[in-house]
């Protein structure tokens, strides 16, 4: 059995010996119980501090919480160096100080922000790494939006598990799935449809994920986003819709899709313009005799 002990003498836990092998284990049984990340945790063992490969052994151990220690903007940096790198081994040893994962760097980058690696995500997040914090510039850019527009799955994936706010935009009103549209990532758009994203959500221009796929043309997207539900003729500021969109930038396919859907071929936008106007304006002759017929 081990029996966990405060510095002033108060039993924290008794944790049978069984159920753990390494400090490590028993730090994150008494993250579990205290809410506190073991990268803040120190176990004692006769007043020495034991390492988190150590294995455990029957003991009486005590246990003490540590703050974050005030990092530079040197030491923000070198945080974030470390995630981008993809280094677990460098990330863990830093968070181990304890750093702060929260810390902007100098170019207002949080480390999971910056995160490609589910691995070093998942550390983050077990450090406390804020799920929805920012980044500290005009872009207010989320992580959940940098994994979806590096086309990281498994970030992806982890942080909307890990419950982050799916539909969170950056200044330009651009949510996730705008982005996972953007970018083409088909798998990651089903991720954050399967997610019961915000599916008809416009930013600052009042363009939806679908007027997106139609600009770029990508026909598995604007099918997943048709599938599930989504608005076909609500129109951006300018008046235009998904169909003009296609229209406007020739993609033949796409224009095919929204009219087998049942998209309203002859709304005009503010101008006046029909898509069939549009495709004929910018020499998309095969557009404009499909949605001529």
């Not at 284990?25 to 579990?32: P, S």
């Not at 063992?45 to 390492?51: A, I, K």
């Not at 954050?192 to 139609?214: H, K, W």
Request: with cysteine; hydrophobic share 45%; glycine share 8%.
């Amino acid at each position: 059995m081990l029996r966990i002990w405060s510095i002033s003498g108060h039993e924290m836990a008794h944790v049978p010996l069984a159920e753990v092998s390494t400090v490590r284990n028993l730090k994150e049984r008494l993250a579990q119980l205290h809410g506190v990340p073991r990268f803040r945790q120190r176990l004692l063992d006769d007043g020495e501090s034991l390492q988190d490969t150590a294995t455990v052994h029957p003991a009486d151990l005590q246990l003490v919480f540590l703050n974050y220690s005030e990092a530079s903007l040197e030491q923000a940096a070198e945080l974030t160096a470390a995630v981008g790198h993809g280094s677990v081994s460098e990330v863990e040893e830093i968070l181990q100080r304890p750093q702060d994962p929260n810390q902007a760097d100098a170019d207002g980058n949080t480390p999971l922000i910056v995160a490609e690696n589910a691995e070093i995500a998942s550390l983050l997040l077990e450090a406390g790494a804020d799920k929805d914090q920012s980044s500290c510039d005009s872009n207010r850019r989320t992580a959940l939006g940098q994994a979806v527009q590096g086309g990281h799955l498994e970030v992806v994936n982890l942080l909307l598990e890990a419950g982050a706010d799916k539909d969170l935009a950056n200044s330009h009103g651009t949510t996730p799935l705008m982005l996972a549209a953007a970018y083409g990532h088909v798998d990651i758009t089903g991720s954050l449809l399967e997610a019961d994203v915000g599916i008809d959500l416009t930013d600052v221009r009042g363009i939806t994920a679908l007027m997106i796929a139609a600009i770029t043309g990508n026909v598995e997207i604007g099918s997943l986003l048709l599938t599930a539900g989504v608005k076909k003729d609500v129109a951006c500021r300018g008046g235009g819709t998904a169909l003009m969109f296609a229209a406007r930038y020739g993609k033949v396919d796409f224009v095919r899709l929204l009219l087998q859907a049942g998209a309203v071929r002859d709304m005009p936008n503010n101008q006046g313009k029909t898509a069939s106007v549009l495709a004929a304006e910018h020499g998309h002759v095969e557009a404009a005799s499909l949605l001529s017929a």
